[in-house]
């Protein structure tokens, strides 16, 4: 009977993942390498390691109840029918003999390196009450575990990748907590009592308060580590002398700080989990206070059994929530990590039925699907930087703040801003609808953060309509063009005065408006004879002295042909530069062809580096092509040469 199911996927699978536990063999073999956006799912991978008889307890005159069959399989005998085993096959199967070194290389080595992507991987110990969780994740000072040689690895990795000249700057953080009781207690600072488990807008498990100590070397993780190791709740039990009554949770944090531009930073965590095990009151001799920490460390496993089969049946409700140990796993099973969960076995006869129920739940867990991505932003006095140009701030970048207290200082706040706007907007609608419903509770959002999300929405909508009339000037532009070639047809070119914004976005547009080529216009002007006139109004034959009984508006919408004098040009010329040298933004804005943001631009070239000298020197302002200039003299000149005029006669 093959209780694990043994199907060709599944080989395959298997086949591919010792492929990369043999690649991944082998101290500091990590790269920073391919780190893509979003990586397809990945299967929670399960290792079963069979421990030695240990103690004195009898190998021959206890045979065990567990073989192995290979690298990958093992039986145990069928304790409803003595003739039969039960077959499991697992990602990988350590035996008796296995090296602490072969389950690091083996089973976790290969997925630190997704901490380097951003992206958080996690390191589960199950099993019952003796058979060597401990002793795998942490081993002795002889034998170190996997935490020991997951931080050596980690820090001599983020060493060298962060060194001066490498593109990101690398620190790394520990936190280290126990849940103990149903409780979250801070290991490192025992003090700070129970604390709570949260979820931020992304779906990252945080835990706010929890101390998180930086740490750059193994002497830095042991000074901090080992003294708390010391604070665990551990009681003696007929079980285990030293067993673990206690969830412990090493939390390693990465974080990356791009040194140039764009300026991204990324957070990968690391989840060293030591579960406690699951006891049979019957057997361990609990009573009081004993029976009820089994009961609480049962309910957690036990919720933590359901976790995993609402997930390998796909339900639409995980019951995270239900226990504080599934709460803090959310992002590590069925969530955003690399899992490998280790399952610890006994030989001894006596653990048979703790062996069954522990192959069996790690059965199941090779099921549940993760879904890691990358946990990548831009680095907060970036962002802004990254929004558009017109709020570009020239200057080298921030000197880069201690890492590890920049990200401390990272408020929630700060974290929305990368909210995804669909979500904002059904967040704030809900609130909406609550209010509008006379809801008596808390507002979904709270007062900050809900301020900011309405200040984003707004600034999101103002975008919008920016991009609307930008759209709207750009039609009206291609119109105007569509127009003078079909002037220059009829032969009738007609001159525009400049237009202020808000003329050009009204709704009227002009409609026989060409505006004259620069060339045209200095040949008319270099005529030796040449006076303004208004010579003749084509359509309606009107006399030259009536002009003055004329609207402006109507005088513009007219088609006359104009000849401009060398001195009014010279005069438009000097306005214009007038304009550029004195005006604000705003002045800059009634222009053609100056929006917003080259008005912003022009105000602050002339602040840097003085007057334009001629109106020319626009060209040197950063953002404005030669092109732009030209096509702004041919409207402007003209336009302010016909409004003198105009405005003269
Ligand atoms: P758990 O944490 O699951 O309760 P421990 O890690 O404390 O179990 O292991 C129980 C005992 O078995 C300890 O004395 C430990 O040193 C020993 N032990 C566990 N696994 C091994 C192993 N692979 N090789 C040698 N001794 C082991
Ligand atoms: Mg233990």
Partial sequence: MAAGGSTQQRRREMAAASAAAISGAGRCRLSKIGATRRPPPARVRVAVRLRPFVDGTAGASDPPCVRGMDSCSLEIANWRNHQETLKYQFDAFYGERSTQQDIY????????????????????????????????????????????????????????????????????????????????LDLLDPASGDLVIREDCRGNILIPGLSQKPISSFADFERHFLPASRNRTVGATRLNQRSSRSHAVLLVKVDQRERLAPFRQREGKLYLI????????????????????????????????KVVDALNQGLPRVPYRDSKLTRLLQDSLGGSAHSILIANIAPERRFYLDTVSALNFAARSKEVINRPFTNESLQPHEAKRARGPEEEEIGSPEPMAAPASASQKLSPLQKLSSMDPAMLERLLSLDRLLASQGSQGAPLLSTPKRE????????EEKDLEIERLKTKQKELEAKMLAQKAEEKENHCPTMLRPLSHRTVTGAKPLKKAVVMPLQLIQEQAASPNAEIHILKNKGRKRKLESLDAL???????DCWELQISPELLA??????????????????????RIGPKKAQLIVGWRELHGPFSQVEDLERVEGITGKQMESFLKANILGLAAGQRCGAS
């Fill in 551 to 557: 609207e402006p508006e109507e005088k513009a919408e």
């Fill in 274 to 305: 030591d579960l406690a095990g699951s006891e049979d009151n019957r057997r361990t001799g609990n009573k009081g206070l004993r029976l009820k920490e089994s009961g609480a460390i049962n309910t957690s496993l036990f919720v933590l059994g």
């Fill in 105 to 184: 290389a083996g089973s976790v080595q290969p997925i630190l390196r997704h901490l380097l992507e951003g992206q958080n991987a996690s390191v589960l110990a199950y099993g019952p009450t003796g058979a060597g969780k401990t002793h795998t994740m942490l081993g002795s000072p002889e034998q170190p575990g996997v935490i020991p040689r997951a931080l050596m690895d980690l820090l001599q990795l983020t060493r060298e990748e962060g060194a001066e000249g490498r593109p990101w700057a690398l620190s790394v953080t520990m936190s280290y907590l126990e849940i103990y009781q149903e409780k979250v």
């Fill in 452 to 459: 900011r999300m309405v200040l984003m929405k707004t600034v």
């Fill in 571 to 592: 005069h438009g010329r000097q306005k214009i530069l007038d304009l550029l040298n004195e005006g604000s933004a705003r002045d800059l804005r009634s222009l053609q």
